[in-house]
């Protein structure tokens, strides 16, 4: 045998996973709503280099990630080839999955709709990144009201959701509420001044000769377990509950003995199965008419039902907790976790996250949207979203092939890209100009497109404390800076940035779409603001249990 073998899944084009460039994000005023500083997020641009966008400041934040990712039918390829189609959505799927592991807490949860075309795979490939061990279950979602008649095989009925939790030792997923149903079961047949009650069988499947006796009842009628049955509970503790008025006989004495269960003794929520039925959660249908309130000129094909939403985030997470979905599609995960009072980011590419997704958050934030959960939670408008786009590639060749700045990107765009480039954070020093970005309190970086002169690194380092050191960056510098203080580093642009990433490339989507609607190139406006400064910024081109 091989060291270190391992099992694991293996596919064409595995562990050739591209070197993404960490982008900024521009933000689009005229498509912003509502309270600015609410916290949510709705990015239009191609979702890897979007994820890639929230890694440095979102890492180890996201509470829960519902995605919906395309279902890899095999009409998502012109060419369809098995080995090859199953490879190309994997290496769709991996690098997405690697970046959303790292964005979520420790304490947080993935959840993903998937049919049964690529779950056993997508089941493989998440037991290698996330780990088998937090691995937490597969949710089976009824989808159809009723069977497909003219199915080739079998009717297919269902939907997986798998679940993992980025570490299983210690998330636990929350109750779900109680339902007017659920309490409706509760009797108080005896007037018992406990309150509602209702009875649970005495005797259990377990034998046992100490819980093995008989029971007189009121009528004088001998009782014993069932065989192989025993009683719940001692002789001695039987007898404590009959003094307690907590057995209950029936109205004429005359019935096998039961335990009242008070319903002020009864936990505040319900552990959740893992077979969820249309009835509680809706199905696509019901998701389609909900699609129908923002477009019905251009519904989805297989959208997902707000109270299936809204049951995974009662089980997932609580009120301000941060919910991301990468495949926002139609914009419903937002829409729900919005209703509920999470934070969010959903990250959509193509024309329809304005046709689709702001329209809808539009009127969620509004209040005009009533449809969904909106009745159950009495949803009545408030709160507020940001509306981002993904800035151009900071690098791109010039018509003889050398790599040079983008020129869309302005001064301040220049040094935002440079900082996330270079792992600092961008927070410009109000009266300091070279303290552009900090890595620390103490370490920091200064981008310039000027050429630097030796004068001017001098006034820079007499500025300087002892213990600050400075990386600087700029287009060209006089050879008697490079090694003129110890605490200051001078780097050339781009030359400081070639090989680190894949620059230029606007679109890792492997033309996996199974959406009804042609996704049009983006186009960057010459002259964006930084989304952490911007004013205006020209457009830049988605049971019954509740009622």
């Given amino acids: 045998m091989k060291p270190n073998q391992k099992l694991e899944?293996?596919?064409?084009?595995?562990g050739e996973e591209p070197k993404l460039e960490p982008r900024i994000l521009i933000e689009q005023p005229e498509y912003s709503c509502g309270d600015p500083g609410s916290g949510n997020m709705l990015i239009q641009g191609d979702n890897l280099l979007a994820l890639k966008a929230l890694e440095q400041d979102y890492a180890g934040k996201v509470k829960c990630i519902y995605i919906d990712p395309p279902y890899n039918t095999g009409n998502a390829f012109e060419h369809y080839d098995d080995g090859i189609e199953h490879s190309q959505w994997l290496n769709l799927m991996a690098p997405r999955l690697k970046i959303l592991r790292d964005l979520l807490a420790n304490d947080g949860s993935i959840w993903i709709s998937i049919d049964d075309d690529e779950s056993h795979y997508l089941k493989v490939l998440c037991d290698e990144i996330f780990g088998r061990r937090n691995f937490v279950n597969n949710v089976i979602w009824?989808?159809?009201?009723?069977?497909?008649?003219?199915?080739?095989?079998?009717?297919?009925?269902?939907?997986?959701?798998?679940?993992?939790?980025?570490?299983?030792?210690?998330?636990?997923?929350?109750?779900?509420p109680r339902t007017e149903e659920m309490d409706k079961r509760y009797k108080n047949y005896d007037n018992d001044l406990r309150g509602l009650w209702k009875s649970s069988d005495l005797s259990v499947k377990t034998y046992s000769s100490s819980t093995d006796y008989p029971i007189q009842i009121p009528s004088g009628r001998i009782v014993n377990p069932p065989a192989g049955y025993s009683w719940r509970v001692s002789k001695e503790k039987f007898e404590e509950l009959v003094?307690?008025?907590?057995?209950?006989?029936?109205?004429?004495?005359?019935n096998v003995p039961s335990i009242k269960r008070f319903l002020s003794d009864v936990q505040e929520g319900l552990v959740s199965k893992t077979?969820?039925?249309?009835?509680?959660?809706?199905?696509?249908?019901?998701?389609?008419?909900e699609g129908k309130q923002?477009?019905?000129?251009?519904?989805?094909?297989?959208?997902?039902?707000?109270?299936?939403?809204?049951?995974?985030?009662?089980?997932?997470?609580?009120?301000?907790?941060?919910?991301?979905?990468?495949?926002?599609?139609?914009?419903?995960?937002?829409?729900?976790?919005?209703?509920?009072?999470?934070?969010?980011?959903?990250?959509?590419?193509?024309?329809?996250?304005k046709t689709h997704c702001y329209s809808r958050l539009k009127q969620v934030v509004d209040g005009t949207d009533q449809g969904g959960i909106s009745k159950a939670v009495e949803w009545q408008g408030g709160g507020g979203f940001r509306f981002y786009t993904l800035a151009p590639s900071l690098l791109n060749r010039d018509k003889y092939g050398n790599w040079i700045i983008s020129k869309k990107y302005n001064p301040d765009m220049l040094a935002a890209a440079m900082a996330k480039q270079e792992g600092f954070r961008y927070l410009p020093d109000e009266?300091?100009?070279?303290?552009?970005?900090?890595?620390?309190?103490?370490?920091?970086?200064?981008?310039?497109?000027?050429?630097?002169?030796?004068?001017?690194?001098?006034?820079?380092?007499?500025?300087?404390?002892?213990?600050?050191?400075?990386?600087?960056?700029?287009?060209?510098?006089?050879?008697?800076c490079a090694h003129r203080y110890p605490n200051i580093s001078i780097k050339k642009i781009p030359n400081m940035l070639l090989g680190r990433c894949e620059f230029g490339r606007e679109d890792y989507s492997l033309n996996i779409v199974q959406v009804p609607y042609d996704r049009a190139e983006e186009e960057v406006p010459d002259e964006p603001e930084l989304a952490i400064e911007s004013e205006e910024v020209e457009e830049s081109r988605q049971t019954d249990l509740f009622e």
């Fill in 142 to 176: 009824e989808k159809k009201y009723s069977p497909q008649n003219d199915a080739k095989w079998l009717s297919d009925s269902h939907d997986h959701i798998l679940v993992y939790a980025k570490n299983k030792e210690i998330w636990r997923p929350y109750l779900l």
């Fill in 275 to 289: 077979i969820w039925y249309r009835i509680e959660v809706g199905d696509n249908q019901d998701a389609k008419r």
């Fill in 431 to 480: 009266h300091v100009y070279w303290k552009q970005a900090r890595s620390s309190e103490k370490d920091f970086l200064f981008t310039t497109t000027g050429f630097m002169t030796v004068e001017m690194l001098d006034g820079i380092h007499e500025e300087m404390q002892p213990d600050e050191s400075l990386l600087l960056a700029c287009k060209a510098y006089q050879k008697e």
């Fill in 243 to 254: 003094k307690d008025n907590r057995i209950w006989f029936g109205k004429d004495g005359n």
């Fill in 294 to 353: 923002f477009n019905s000129e251009n519904v989805f094909a297989t959208p997902k039902p707000e109270k299936l939403v809204y049951r995974i985030m009662a089980l997932a997470s609580r009120e301000g907790d941060l919910v991301l979905d990468s495949f926002l599609g139609s914009g419903t995960t937002a829409a729900v976790v919005h209703k509920m009072g999470r934070k969010w980011i959903g990250i959509e590419l193509g024309e329809h996250a």
């Fill in 9 to 14: 899944l293996t596919w064409i084009g595995k």
